[in-house]
């Protein structure tokens, strides 16, 4: 036997499914929201709406493997963070996974531990771009990525999943729901508020371009949840096969009761509508699903589809404050509401046979008898939320005022959208690929040449609509996703 190439401790089909599972999110990122956001915002933001996500993925790899790693899996620095240092000599890469203040170790190499966990923090900050799209300067998000994944995301990955604080005291967070979409939650809503507003008339009407886009999207973000909940065992176990099974029901119940939430109240099924209960169901799950039995699943998933609906749909048109700061996505309800909700309820529903199976030394949630459960998940979610409401001020102010970038674009730039931001369109519909007359809400025409060709100038004539507005999507609408809060000239 070469132990270089297979060495005692090596489990090949546990590493095999953890490349798997990491490939799996991976994709729900790249193309996963990338053709979401696409298709889920007005032509005029695609390309910018999927090139955020696309930088993001890339920005947070490098990010990752140079420095952040270490600050949320290495040794102890702090009791929330570990000692920031480079993971990507080959020694590095070829050694047995392991988490030194945790003391964990798993039956595959370190490079594999590092990609799994690094597609988990990039799909974080793609989540976050959701509360940003069409009107954030881009620049600024090339700044904003590498610091928030360095001050903020590794914070709470080092907190709850490398050793530090929250972990020792017991706070279960299976797969993310704090980690992950709390934290992202949190920060896109805090973030929009800094950034500022679209424009009035992008808030009015932001009618998706693309709405089969999105559902490629979403069926990619689902299914791409088996690696996401999934993995977190680190070995290809019977937690692994409930944790997918559990997803999956939450997820199914969650979207029937969203879209039955939408018949009722407003009169139709809504296709975006089910998408926000999809992802609701998704992330509520993400907190519980290897530690809860398959009825606290469907429980779960009953909460995700009916509670960040109502702040949505309820909640967020009454109260001002929600109602003044620009969450384009909602991510605010879809992430911290659910990732809040499933993080209390697997403080009830955990179960000792779950937690076992995790390898996890809890007794289970309040229905074994461990009422304390319950408060410590409530701590873990103020801890996340508090901590990301100051690093993303913190983050934000520094990129606005001390390094002089705005947050948000121009006024020419918010007019006129990707041709301005990137100088390229999403769908080049005329001739063969020429770009059209028509972009963004301005007219182009040709001082000479051929204005096909976008070698004219912009001038401020606002030209009609491309899409006449959908009759499920128009402003007098039901608000059953975010996007269509615009629609209301209340805003």
């Known amino acids: 036997m070469n132990n270089a190439t297979d060495p005692e401790w090596l489990n090949s089909g546990d590493n095999a499914w953890q490349l798997t599972a990491a490939s799996l999110v991976g ?10 956001y696409a298709g889920i915002v007005k032509k005029k933001w695609a390309v910018n709406s999927a090139f955020m996500a696309f930088y993001a993925f890339a920005a947070t790899l490098i990010t990752w493997v140079v420095w952040a790693y270490k600050v949320g899996f290495g040794k102890k620095m702090l009791p929330f963070a ?3 240092g480079p993971i990507i000599s080959m020694n590095d890469e070829l050694k047995q996974a392991l988490l030194p203040t945790s003391g964990l170790t798993a039956r595959f190499p370190m490079a594999t531990m590092v990609y799994f966990q690094f597609v988990f923090a990039a799909i974080t900050v793609v989540i976050m771009a959701g509360a940003f799209l069409g009107r954030m300067n881009f620049m600024a998000w090339m700044l904003f990525v590498p610091l928030w994944v360095t001050f903020s995301y590794s914070i709470g990955a080092f907190s709850l999943w490398g050793g530090g604080f929250l972990a020792a005291r017991g706070v279960i967070d299976y797969s993310g729901g704090y980690v992950i979409h709390v934290s992202s939650g949190t920060a896109g809503f805090v973030g929009a508020a800094w950034i500022g507003k679209r424009l009035q008339k992008d808030r009015e009407d932001f009618q998706p371009n693309n709405i089969l886009l999105v559902l490629v999207g979403a069926g990619i973000l689902w299914i791409g949840w088996n690696g996401f909940n999934g993995g977190d065992p680190y070995a290809a ?3 692994a096969g409930a944790a997918v099974l559990n997803t999956n029901i939450a997820t199914a119940m969650s979207t029937l009761v969203w879209t039955i939430l939408d018949i009722i109240f407003f009169g139709k099924p809504s296709v ?8 609701t169901g998704l992330v509520a799950i993400t907190p519980a699903a290897g530690v809860v039995a398959g009825w606290g699943a469907i429980i779960i998933g009953a909460c995700s589809g009916s509670l960040p609906w109502l702040t949505m749909n309820k909640l967020g ?9 620009d969450d ?3 991510v605010f309800h879809t992430h911290t509401v659910a990732g809040c909700t499933g993080g209390f309820l697997v403080g009830i529903f955990a179960t000792k046979e779950g937690c076992a199976a995790f390898n996890i030394t809890n007794e289970g949630g309040a229905i074994e008898g461990n ?7 409530i701590v873990g979610a103020l801890f996340i939320i508090g901590w990301n409401i100051v690093w993303t001020s ?3 102010a520094f990129i606005k005022y001390v390094c002089r970038v705005p947050l948000r674009m121009s006024e020419e730039q918010l007019l006129a959208g990707d041709d301005m931001v990137h100088g390229e369109e999403a769908y080049a519909l005329f001739g063969d690929g020429q770009r059209s007359l028509l972009n963004g809400d301005l007219g182009r025409y040709p001082t000479s040449g051929d204005g096909e060709l976008g070698t004219g100038v912009i001038v401020g004539q606002t030209v009609g609509e491309s899409y006449p507005a959908s009759p499920n999507l128009g402003k007098d609408s039901h608000p059953a996703s975010p996007i269509k809060e615009g629609f209301s000239k209340g805003d």
């Open 27 to 36: 994709l729900q990122s790249v193309p996963g929201l990338v053709v979401m």
């Open 82 to 84: 570990g000692v920031p």
């Open 237 to 239: 176990s019977p937690d």
């Open 272 to 279: 975006i509508g089910a998408t926000q209960g999809m992802i």
């Open 317 to 325: 048109k009454k109260v001002p404050y929600f109602r003044d700061v």
């Open 328 to 330: 384009v996505l909602g």
């Open 371 to 377: 009422g304390k459960q319950v408060w410590l998940q």
């Open 394 to 396: 913190l983050i934000l």
